[in-house]
Nanobody, 116 residues
Framework: QVQLVESGGGLVQPGGSLRLSCAAS????????MVWYRQASGKERELVAA????????NYADSVKGRFTISRDNAKNTVYLQMNSLKPEDTAVYYC?????????WGQGTQVTVSS
């Protein structure tokens, strides 16, 4: 049974930090690229950050470059998203996605709210 379980979301003040985790099981994690998406209320889902299967390459949305860092630990089957200097516009549900070989898996999402 494939599972992607996100954690680490919550309420944080502007300028604060959060670290999201996504624990994977039920598939060969290190064969899959991993992506964090987010969807704000009333908006389309957007790609936030991506990392290749071996972790050698990353990509970021322009809106988060220099503030967010994606990483993975293939020994723990986990991908992370370190979010610093958070802004109110970062408020969204954050989703973990695994894709590879034409297969796509999704987590259930974790809410991040940036507000004073």
């Amino acid at each position: 049974q494939v599972q992607l379980v996100e954690s680490g979301g919550g309420l944080v003040q502007p300028g604060g930090s959060l670290r999201l985790s996504c624990a994977a099981s039920g598939f060969t994690f290190d064969n899959f690229a991993m992506v964090w998406y987010r969807q704000a209320s009333g908006k389309e889902r957007e790609l936030v950050a991506a990392i290749t299967a071996a972790g050698g390459s990353t990509n970021y949305a322009d809106s988060v470059k220099g503030r967010f860092t994606i990483s993975r630990d293939n020994a723990k089957n986990t991908v992370y998203l370190q979010m610093n200097s958070l802004k109110p516009e970062d408020t969204a549900v954050y989703y973990c996605n695994a894709f590879g070989g034409g297969i796509d898996y999704w987590g259930q999402g974790t809410q991040v709210t940036v507000s004073s």
